[in-house]
């Protein structure tokens, strides 16, 4: 079965660093591009950043870029977010997502995790 | 970066019901964009991808159409579990972006 597993979320103080990590099964994780969206309580869904399947490319939101960096051990079929410099404002919900073709750089998403709490508040 | 703009942001329906859903971007993105159902506290379930295409295991009562701007998301009768919110999201270049999202209710 295919199958994403978000992990790391918690609640952190403004300033304070969170990594969350998603634990990738039942697909060759090296041959897709992998993202992070997330959703802020009752808002809608936002794209935080992707990286390609070899992870040489990353690609970041303007409201995250310099403060969060997106990587992966294909070795260990295992996506990451590091999140530094955290907000208010970065309080949601982060979900990992698979896109829907190998080789592709970019595509929809056919598969996500079921998601990570984050809380920033002091 | 290109704006999706989703009309409209809410929709009250009733079973059986015809319903579309538009999505706009602020330049053409060809026919990369994708439609996502999502029901409170779950996450987005892919419907449509490359505006046209039929996800996988997807009832054929969603169907979406569309090229360049503009794009549509039909429900040709609607069922009960279908009462949800509905985004789309372009994967023409980064940074993806998504509509504002389009919630649906029973009337």
């Known amino acids: 079965e295919v199958q994403l597993v978000e992990s790391g979320g918690g609640l952190v103080q403004p300033g304070g660093s969170l990594r969350l990590s998603c634990a990738a099964s039942?697909?060759?994780?090296?041959?897709?591009?992998m993202s992070w969206v997330r959703q802020a309580p009752g808002k809608g869904l936002e794209w935080v950043s992707a990286i390609s399947g070899s992870g040489g490319s990353t690609y970041y939101a303007d409201s995250v870029k310099g403060r969060f960096t997106i990587s992966r051990d294909n070795s260990k079929n295992t996506l990451y977010l590091q999140m530094n410099s955290l907000r208010a404002e970065d309080t949601a919900v982060y979900y990992c997502a698979k896109a829907i073709f190998g080789v592709v750089i970019i595509g929809a998403f056919d598969i996500w995790g079921q998601g990570t709490m984050v809380t920033v508040s002091s | 970066a290109i704006q999706m703009t989703q009309s409209p942001s809410s929709l009250s329906a009733s079973v059986g019901d015809r319903v579309t859903i538009t999505c706009r971007a602020s330049?053409?993105?060809?026919?990369?964009l994708g439609w996502y159902q999502q029901k409170p506290g779950k996450a987005p379930k892919l419907l449509i991808y490359a505006a046209s295409s039929l996800q996988s295991g997807v009832p054929s009562r969603f169907s979406g159409s569309g090229s360049g701007t503009d794009f549509t998301l039909t429900i040709s009768s609607l069922q009960p579990e279908d009462f949800a919110t509905y985004y789309c999201?372009?994967?023409?270049?980064?940074?993806?972006?998504f509509g504002q999202g389009t919630k649906l209710e029973i009337k």
């Open positions: 330049q053409g993105i060809r026919n990369d």
């Open positions: 039942g697909f060759t994780f090296s041959s897709y591009a």
């Open positions: 999201l372009q994967d023409y270049n980064y940074p993806q972006t």
